[in-house]
């Protein structure tokens, strides 16, 4: 199983980036992929969550609002779109899944929100 996000950077409060997290490796039909932050200092911090037919999705009320969970199945990606972005939201963003009895994650993308 192999779980590798794309799209962060250096972004100005209020601005929005569009996280991708690509995951293959498993043929599993039933699971969750998880959007997790983890800011300097900090412990990981659950942002969002979506099973694989896209029949249930949902985010942390800490950014509902603002960030939007979704996936595209043909190209086995899951997406975090982040609008609206504050300095707090400076952190490492990684997206995770658990399947069968293992847990997996990918290496993050890093998020800072600057002026």
């Known amino acids: 199983v192999q779980l590798v996000e794309s799209g962060g950077g250096l972004v100005q409060p209020g601005g929005s980036l569009r996280l991708s997290c690509v995951a293959s490796?498993?043929?599993?039909?039933?699971?969750?992929i998880k959007w997790v932050r983890q800011a300097p200092g900090k412990g990981p911090e659950w942002l969002c969550s979506?099973?694989?037919?896209?029949?249930?999705?949902g985010c942390a009320v800490s950014v509902k609002g603002r960030f939007t969970i979704s996936r595209d199945n043909d190209k086995n990606t899951v997406y975090l779109q982040m609008n609206g972005l504050k300095s707090e939201d400076t952190a490492l963003y990684y997206c995770?899944?658990?399947?069968?009895?293992?847990?997996?994650r990918g290496q993050g993308t890093q998020v800072t929100v600057s002026s």
């Open positions: 490796g498993f043929t599993a039909t039933n699971y969750y």
């Open positions: 995770a899944t658990r399947v069968d009895t293992a847990n997996y």
């Open positions: 979506i099973n694989r037919d896209d029949t249930d999705r």
